[in-house]
């Protein structure tokens, strides 16, 4: 009399599960960002001009740095020298020029700076 041999159950492996599991981990890490964005807000007038009730400062942006009404100064006092001028010239409209030389980061920090500034409309130019 002959037995039938028993089946043997075969070890599952979990090498290639782990595997799949760094993959999409590793897919997640790479395709996902990690840094905050902030936005800026900008109005498009219809008009196509500031206004001829407003008075403005002239801003110039380029790689080297930002100048207002032609004195460069310094990224990190340009809401203080426009505060100081809307208070003594009453100035509630900035036209921004930017060159090609400057960055956006450079941009957007111009705009978050100005912005600040309640009442102050600006106009970019290029």
Do not use: Y
């Amino acid at each position: 009399m002959r037995l039938e041999p028993e089946f043997r159950r075969k070890r599952l492996t979990l090498t290639p599960l782990i595997d799949v599991i760094f993959l999409l981990l590793l897919f997640f890490m790479l395709s996902s960002t990690f840094s905050r964005f902030g936005d800026v807000e900008l109005v498009a007038s219809g008009t196509g001009g500031l206004g001829q009730d407003l008075v403005t400062a002239f801003a110039q942006l380029s790689q080297n740095g930002v100048s207002l009404n032609g004195v460069p100064i310094e990224m990190s006092g340009l809401s203080e020298r426009l505060l100081e001028l809307s208070a003594k010239q009453q100035v509630n409209a900035v036209v921004l020029s930017v060159s090609d030389t400057a960055s956006s980061q450079q941009l957007v920090d111009v705009l978050v700076a100005i912005r600040a500034i309640e009442g102050v409309a600006v106009q970019l130019v290029r």
